[in-house]
């Protein structure tokens, strides 16, 4: 059974950090590309970041305008688990934040509030 599990969100203030991991079940997942999407109620789903595989591509990462130069993407493919820096926090970036493992299996998401 294929099961992805966020953990790390949480409330901050503006300017702080928090760093999301999301492990991974069930899957080959060195195979597999690593994406961070996150959702604000009321709007669609909206593209954080991706990790490529290391094994079936070259592990390159791709970024939002809006997060790129504050948010670090990194995957340890020995301990399954794909891995969301966020630096530099707005109270923009306040949205439920979920990974997926290229668009065909998804977490059940986790919170993320920044709020002074």
């Known amino acids: 059974q294929v099961r992805l599990v966020e953990s790390g969100g949480g409330s901050v203030r503006p300017a702080e950090s928090l760093k999301l991991s999301c492990e991974v079940a069930?899957?080959?997942?060195s195979r597999w590309h690593m994406h961070w999407y996150r959702q604000v109620p009321g709007r669609q789903r909206e593209f954080v970041a991706s990790q490529y595989s290391y094994t079936t591509s070259d592990g390159h990462t791709v970024y939002a305008d809006s997060v790129r130069g504050r948010f670090f993407v990194s995957r340890d493919d020995a301990q399954a688990t794909v891995y969301l820096q966020m630096n530099g926090l707005r109270p923009e970036d306040t949205a439920v934040y979920y990974c997926t493992a290229d668009h065909t299996y998804w977490g059940q998401g986790t919170q993320v509030t920044v709020s002074s």
């Open positions: 069930g899957l080959d997942f």
